[in-house]
């Protein structure tokens, strides 16, 4: 059993599916009061965040939309609770794991960084829908630092800062620098949709059909639609990728 804490967009077909399946097993073990894996170090970490596990569900459900796939189980209704405040692996040793894993293997939608800079690259419009000055002071660090210890440091930042709730003028601002990619890309449409849930799903859509890379290898593509959408449209499909 495993909950990874870094993007699901990293993930290939069968870690996210995956990761699906176990999220739903701990649903029925610390809230339904199923016996097994009760003293798995999962359960126990998560055990008293039920509220973050179902935004780390939410959080899946938006990539596997993203790549096409249905979804049909609903989580649970949480109030809002801490995120654990323990890892069972730090996230630099997730992507670690994950390059053993996926050594013969297809990955993911995000390609697994190989340096801060990359790792910084695919977190930025998250980060920027959050916290502006944590942007320009990631920036600026990253642009120049190329040590193991700071991409340590740099992918428990980004992991920990991807788990606050975005205010609703940062996240539109992120949404419209995101927009600027894709704007031109549909003529007949060159103007932004009026609703953060409009626009991300128009970046989405348009980020898909015409393999817009960088967006595509954004972690905002599935993070940001998690607060810009209603958890009621989570069940609907999307246009598929292939991975």
């Known amino acids: 059993m495993r909950v990874w804490d870094i993007n699901p967009g990293y993930l290939n077909r069968e870690s996210l599916l995956g990761e699906h399946r176990e999220v739903h097993a701990l649903f029925s073990v610390i809230g339904g009061g199923r016996r097994g894996y009760a003293r798995h170090p999962e359960t126990l970490r998560w055990s008293a965040c039920m509220g973050a596990l179902v935004l780390r569900h939410d959080l899946i459900v938006q990539e596997m939309l993203l790549r096409g796939y249905r979804h049909m189980s609903p989580s649970p209704a949480e109030e ?22 996926y050594s013969t293997k297809p990955q993911g939608r995000i390609p697994l ?78 103007r932004p949709p009026g609703t953060p849930a409009e626009l991300m799903g128009e970046i989405r859509q348009r980020a898909v059909l015409y393999g ?7 972690t905002a593509l599935s993070d940001l639609a998690c607060w810009a959408r209603s958890r009621e449209g989570a069940g609907q499909p999307h246009t598929h990728i292939g991975y």
Do not use: C
């Open 80 to 101: 809002t609770s801490p995120w654990p405040g323990a890892y069972v692996d730090h996230p630099h040793e997730q992507f670690v794991i994950l390059k053993g894993k």
């Open 212 to 218: 817009v890379r960088y967006l595509m290898e954004s």
């Open 113 to 190: 960084p190989g340096n801060a800079q990359q790792l910084w690259a695919q977190h930025k419009y998250s980060i920027l829908a959050r916290d502006p000055d944590l942007y320009r002071h990631i920036g600026s660090e990253a642009s120049g630092t190329k040590t193991p210890d700071h991409f340590q440091e740099l992918a428990r930042v980004l992991t920990e800062a991807l788990r606050t709730p975005p205010a609703q003028g940062r996240l539109m601002n992120a949404l419209l620098h995101m927009w600027g990619y894709v704007s031109s890309l549909d003529p007949a449409r060159p």
